[in-house]
């Protein structure tokens, strides 16, 4: 799958909770916490704590990507949604 670069700062988890967009990951995991595990997220978070995307990497591949684009007022805007076969959907929110 051909991922685009995300921006802002990594952190990592183990999973995520709920349907609704934006993916909220859940279960923090320390940097050296992912060397053992098969699956994990990268979450990357802009300056107000804001989730802009996130990777769930599996066997050391993107196997999913989720960028997120959100208005002034902090509500989500635009979601890019990219699976395993490298197709993107973008989705336009009012």
Known sequence: MMAHLLQ??????????GVKL???LSQELEEGAIE????????YFDSE?????FQKIVYGEVEMQHSYEFDENGLLKQAEII?????????HFE
């Open 83 to 91: 699976n395993a076969d490298g197709e993107a959907t973008l989705m």
């Open 22 to 24: 934006p993916i909220k």
């Open 8 to 17: 802002g700062t990594c952190r990592y988890f183990s999973t995520y909770t």
């Open 36 to 43: 053992n595990r098969n699956t994990f997220f990268r979450g």
């Open 49 to 53: 704590g804001r989730m802009t995307g």
